[in-house]
């Protein structure tokens, strides 16, 4: 099998050496030797595979029902245009990303490291297009999709002390970025915290969106019924609109793909990561579905679209004195949707270092933690800086776009693999007609949104075409200075973060 390779990488892989009996005294001495392992020919540490079933479909779940049910609701009405076709929409993204999990699972268990879409991508079409990605996904995915859960988390806990109006703006964006640099520390300190929050602030969303459901059912069960009379009046079918419904949803549904971040972590991938796909997905589906039918049932189209805060709305109406309850328990859920993201997500960047696609810095692990340190924090500040921008539907477009393109190309990969490498061993073989139906329906949002949104793909696609100069500057045939600078910093994060490199092999 082909392996990406960044022989021509921006800095030196070795800095400095740090022998690897001194790596295990300094963690047990800390009582956290068990946040890694060390290789038995003394060659260096590696991430230990420490997630387990549970903690799969914990992550995918946790990732996935964060702050898009209660933000998106409302972008898949608008451009439904009735909540009946706004359903429709719902089932269908479930379904469409059940597709795609399904064949990046096929991708994850042949190819069976970290990195997602970018390990894919480079091992399909080579080391340029994967840079391609990993720019996209450090200057748009990663991040946009991290402060928009973020920003979720503090309008939502900010709401009652601001229940008549809208919460200031700064203390909207103080709160949040306390939050991401709270989970960024427990995501330096130890792994196995990391993945206790994400167990128990997944239990918390789903026991939140579970009251959501109970509460419409009681609403419906009394003969409240008239928001069913004529569920697909004013449905828009024009397929600009649709495709800028399906975006919505699908932003719903991203997450899906973030166990693949972190192959390398998991215990046995080979069905771990099919299964904790299986179960996870249909169970998402489910609760949004019943979410969506507990909110139409209570909340008329006028509330819904006039409502920046959905589910907040819909306690105001439901819960009287305890509507409290909803937004604290929002909050949760967008806490603990951010820690799986930020976990899942600072190993693309670190995995994206390691192969010499971005400074080398960033693939340093501490040696007292165990954990990639300058990943997550390099993670941390791109996503600061982001917060400042006010429009979160504006940035759902951005994402979906570039998300969509990048999700069809690595599907492609699928496919060019299945006819480049026919014999490659794949543990999980899906039917063809999967990636092909995947295929088609992601190329028809990326046509529709150049119609629809012709800026928003214009500047994704600036975006995405701005990384061809930086791969050649620093990658391809790297600027001296450039080489320097970055050898300098990644000296300076060696001893600051008390790191070294890893030195993991692979075949």
């Known amino acids: 099998m082909t392996r990406i390779q960044a022989s021509d990488s921006l800095i030196p892989r070795q800095v400095f050496n740090v022998p690897v009996e001194a790596v295990e005294a300094a963690g047990k001495a800390r009582g956290r030797s068990d946040s890694a392992e060390t290789s038995s020919q003394g060659s260096g540490v590696k991430l230990k595979k420490q997630i387990g079933l549970v903690d799969g479909v914990a992550i995918i779940v946790g990732v996935i029902v964060g702050s898009g049910i209660f933000v998106s609701p409302k972008g898949v009405l608008m451009f439904s245009g009735s909540i009946g076709q706004s359903l429709i929409v719902w089932v269908l ?52 999709g991290n402060a928009i859960t973020a920003l979720t988390f503090a309008q939502y806990l900010l709401k009652p002390f601001w229940p008549s109006c809208e919460a200031p703006i700064e203390a909207v964006q103080l709160l949040a970025a306390a939050m991401i640099c709270v989970l960024t520390v427990i995501n330096c300190y130890n792994v196995k915290w990391v993945t206790r929050v994400t167990d128990i602030f997944t239990g918390t969303k789903v026991v939140a969106l579970m009251v959501i459901v109970g509460a419409g059912v009681w609403y419906l069960a009394d003969g409240n019924t008239e928001h069913w009379e004529q569920p697909f009046s004013g449905g828009l079918k024009e397929p600009g609109y649709i495709a800028l419904a399906f975006y919505s949803g699908l932003f719903s549904y991203s997450g899906w793909n973030y166990l693949n971040f972190v192959t390398e972590e998991l215990k046995d991938p080979y069905r771990n990561l099919p299964r904790a796909i299986c179960i996870s997905m249909p169970v998402v589906t489910i609760i949004y579905m019943v979410t969506n039918v507990a909110y139409f049932s209570v909340l008329s189209t006028d509330e819904i679209l006039s409502s920046d805060a959905v589910a907040v709305t819909f306690g105001d109406k439901m819960l009287g004195f305890l509507s409290w309850i909803m937004p604290l328990a929002v909050a949760c859920s967008t806490f603990g949707s951010l820690n799986g993201a930020i976990f899942a997500s600072s190993r693309l960047f670190f995995v994206g270092a390691r ?131 970055s050898q300098a910093i990644n000296m300076w994060c060696s001893k600051f973060f008390i790191c070294m490199p890893n030195q993991e092999k692979f075949d």
């Open 355 to 485: 192969n010499g696609h971005l400074p080398a810095a960033i693939s340093l692990i501490n040696i007292n933690c165990l954990t990639p340190v300058p990943a997550l924090i390099f993670l941390c500040i791109i996503t600061l800086m982001l917060l400042f921008i006010k429009d979160t539907y504006v940035l759902i477009n951005y994402v979906s776009y570039v998300e969509a393109l990048f999700t069809l190309i690595s599907v492609a990969g699928l496919l060019w693999l299945r006819y480049k490498q026919p014999k490659t061993e794949r543990p999980i073989r899906v039917s063809l007609a999967l990636p092909i139906i995947y295929l088609i329906v992601c190329l028809f949002l990326v046509i529709a949104s150049c119609v629809a949104s012709p800026t928003e793909v214009g500047v994704g696609t600036i975006i995405i075409l701005s990384g061809i100069p930086v791969y050649y500057m620093t990658i391809h045939n790297p600027v001296q200075w450039l080489a320097d600078t």
């Open 93 to 144: 993204c479930g379904v469409l990303s059940m597709v795609g999990a399904l064949c990046y699972a096929e991708l994850g268990t042949m190819i069976p490291k970290s990195g997602g879409d970018y390990a894919y991508i480079g091992t399909a079409f080579g080391p340029l297009p994967a840079f391609l990605y990993l720019w996209v996904a450090l200057l748009i995915l990663v991040p946009t």
